[in-house]
C-alpha cells in the first residue's frame, strides 16, 4: 500500500453512498478533494435521499448540500475527513466536481446524513434541535439511574457515555444488544468485562477514551463483528493497546480507520491518578520536557495554594499565586509556543482541580479562594 494513496484508492470527482439512519434511506456525497500529506479526503455532501443507488444517473440533477438551519448562513455541507473511506460506504461513479476550492473544516468521521437530516427537520418550520431517536448520549451515573435491569432497549443503536468511573460492557451488551456505534469515557475510569464487546454483531465503530481494567483477553476480535469500520483508543492499557494494534492492523487495507495512542502502564495510571495535566504526556505538539515542566509548576502551585488556605484566615497571597502560575506558564510557552485554545482551557481546568482538592482535604469553602486564584492567573496570562 502507498504511503501517498489510502488503503482504498479515490478519486476526486467519485460519489459515494451510504445508508442513512437519521434518514431511514441511503444518502450520498462526493469527494472533491485529496490531501495526501493530511490524509484527509474533502467531502461534499449532496441534497439527496432515497432507495439504494447503483450508478450517479440513479440521483437525478442532485445539487450539493446548502445548510441555513441554526447559524450555518447557507454554507455548504463541505468538510474534510479521514481519507479512509469507510467500508460501508460504496462508489458508484463519478462526476465534475460540484465545489471549486478547498474546506476550512475538519471531522474524524464521516457523515452518514445527519446533516440533512437536521436541514430537512429545520426546513419543516421545526426550530428545535433535531435529536436522532436511534440515539443516547448520557453519563455513567445517568444510565445507571435510568436504565432498568434487564429491560433491552433495542431502539438505540448509537450509544455514548461519558464520565465513567467503572462500567460493566457485559450490562451494555445485555441491554443495548443492537448498537452499531459506541463511545465510552472517563478520566482513569475502570472498564470491565470489555471482551463482552464481541457479542454486538453490528457494531461498526468503538471509541474509548481514558479508560482501564481491560488487557489483551478483552481483544475485540474481526470473525465476532465483522461490521467494525473505525476503532478509536486512546489513554488505555499498555497490553490492550498492543492486542488491538495487532488485531486490527491487516484490517486498514479493507477500510478500517484505525487510531491507537496514548498507551497506558499501570505505574503511569497509579503516579498520574491526581495529575490534571496527564493528557499532555505524549500530545503530539508537547514536547517531552515542557511536558514536565508543566507537571512541576502545577505542584508548585498546588502546594503553595493548599499552605495558603491552610495557614489561617488571610488568604491575600492567593492572587500572587495565580499570577505565578501564569507567568511560569508564560516562560515555558515562549521557548516551544505548544498553549493553544485546548491546552489554555486544561489549565484553567487544572486550576479548578487543585481547589477542589484542597476544598476536599480542608473541609472549608474555598469559593472566594478560587476567584482570586482564577483571576490572578487569567490577569497574568500571555497564552
Not at 490524509?39 to 447503483?54: F, H, N, Q, R, T
Not at 469507510?86 to 463519478?94: A, K, N
Not at 488491538?244 to 498507551?263: C, E, F, I, N, Y
Request: net charge negative.
Amino acid at each position: 500500500m502507498r504511503r501517498d494513496q489510502p488503503p482504498r484508492p479515490v478519486a476526486v470527482g467519485d460519489v459515494v453512498t451510504v445508508y442513512s439512519d437519521a434518514l431511514g434511506g441511503w444518502t450520498a456525497s462526493q469527494i472533491t478533494g485529496i490531501d495526501p500529506a493530511a490524509k484527509c479526503a474533502a467531502v461534499l455532501e449532496l441534497d439527496w435521499s432515497g432507495p439504494e443507488p447503483v450508478a450517479v444517473a440513479d440521483l437525478g440533477d442532485v445539487q450539493p448540500l446548502r445548510l441555513t438551519h441554526h447559524s450555518w448562513g447557507g454554507r455548504l455541507s463541505h468538510c474534510n475527513q479521514p481519507w479512509v473511506l469507510p467500508r460501508s460506504f460504496t462508489v458508484i461513479g463519478s462526476l465534475p466536481s460540484l465545489v471549486v476550492g478547498p474546506s476550512c473544516s475538519y471531522a474524524s468521521v464521516w457523515g452518514r446524513g445527519e446533516q440533512l437530516a437536521r436541514q430537512r427537520h429545520w426546513d419543516s418550520g421545526n426550530r428545535k434541535d433535531w435529536n436522532a431517536p436511534y440515539a443516547l448520549t448520557c453519563t455513567a451515573d445517568e444510565l445507571a439511574d435510568e436504565h432498568t435491569p434487564g429491560v433491552v432497549r433495542a431502539g438505540v443503536i448509537h450509544l455514548t457515555v461519558r464520565g465513567i468511573t467503572q462500567l460493566d460492557c457485559a450490562r451494555i451488551v445485555a441491554a443495548f444488544p443492537d448498537l452499531t456505534r459506541l463511545s465510552l469515557s472517563g478520566k482513569l475510569g475502570s472498564l470491565t468485562s470489555a471482551a463482552a464487546l464481541n457479542k454486538l454483531p453490528r457494531l461498526q465503530a468503538l471509541t474509548i477514551s481514558e479508560l482501564f481494567g481491560m488487557d489483551a483477553s478483552d481483544c475485540l476480535l474481526p470473525r465476532h463483528v465483522p461490521e467494525v469500520e473505525e476503532v478509536s483508543l486512546y489513554g488505555i492499557p499498555a497490553d490492550y493497546a498492543t492486542a488491538m494494534r495487532k488485531t486490527w492492523r491487516p484490517h486498514v487495507r479493507h477500510r478500517v480507520q484505525l487510531d491507537v495512542s496514548g498507551a497506558r502502564k499501570p505505574e503511569w495510571v497509579a503516579a498520574n491518578a491526581s495529575n490534571p495535566l496527564r493528557d499532555w504526556d505524549g500530545r503530539e505538539h508537547i514536547p517531552r520536557t515542557g511536558y514536565r515542566k508543566a507537571v512541576a509548576h502545577y505542584k508548585a502551585t498546588r502546594d503553595a495554594f493548599l499552605t495558603e488556605v491552610t495557614g489561617g484566615e488571610d488568604h491575600g497571597n492567593i492572587a500572587e499565586i495565580g499570577r505565578a502560575f501564569s507567568a511560569a506558564f508564560n516562560a515555558l510557552d515562549s521557548r516551544t509556543s505548544f498553549i493553544e485554545t485546548v491546552e489554555r482551557e486544561e489549565l484553567f481546568e487544572a486550576l479548578d482541580f487543585l481547589v477542589d482538592e484542597a476544598q476536599t482535604a480542608t473541609g472549608c469553602d474555598l469559593t472566594a479562594a478560587r476567584a482570586a486564584l482564577i483571576e490572578g492567573a487569567d490577569y497574568g496570562r500571555d497564552w
